[in-house]
């Protein structure tokens, strides 16, 4: 898929990647001590602490499938409306995206994909890079917040293709460690003064990260300016030099 195609996105529902999208998190869990899990599952359903024994998973794959069909069923006109308008909106800002990511990766095909957008009813929005789907809250606050997130989503696809061919060695790399380098380039660029006047507001900051965000923001030039290369290799400096 060559640059010139900026993959069009589907908008679709499903329940089972919803249900999947759980199951993922608890996967993941081991990574933080169950903190990710506890924020997209908890936070927004406390309620469903009885499916957990401390960090222990004690429910069932029904009762997690039963929870999701209610609240799908439940919010099904909602649902079905805000991805009418996270599409809409995203037309609006597309054009202009384009030419902010040909700025940063001007020799950097998409990689293949199913570029499809789903909604999620958890408390975090994961992205799937085998196939390039991801998902967006079912509603907002902020309902022109979704395309910030459309936007890091598909800026991820994008700069995951461009890192493991210009810095081999992430390839090799703790998964952790290349997702930490790959969430604070994000927030460098998508906090950057071109990104915010295309989208109107910033990009959340992971709290763990605000500190070598303002170092490098210290050490570089216009992050406007700059190709992803010099983005990311200030970034793994600084990272390990910590």
Known sequence: MSFAYLPKLKFEISILRDVETFFCFLHDAEYDNGESMKMATLKPYPELSVWFDGVKFVATRKNVKDFVQAVYDKNADLIKKNLIIYERNWKQVRGSYVKLIKILFPNTDWPDGEYIVYPTIWGMYPRFLDNCTF????????????????????????????????????????????????????????????????????????????????????????????????????????????
């Open 135 to 242: 998902q967006v809250p079912f509603k907002h606050k902020k309902m022109e917040y979704v395309s910030v997130v459309i936007a890091h989503e598909l800026l991820h696809f994008i700069w995951y293709a461009n890192a493991y061919a210009s810095f081999p060695d992430l390839k090799n790399a703790d998964d952790f460690y290349v997702w930490n380098i790959s969430e604070i380039f994000n927030s460098l660029v998508q906090n950057s003064s071109s990104w915010v006047e295309v989208f109107g507001m910033e990009s959340m900051i992971y709290p763990m990260h605000e500190l070598i965000i303002k170092k490098i923001e210290n050490n570089l030039s216009d992050i406007s300016l700059l190709n992803a290369d010099e983005i990311t290799k200030e970034i793994i400096i600084t990272f390990d030099a910590q």
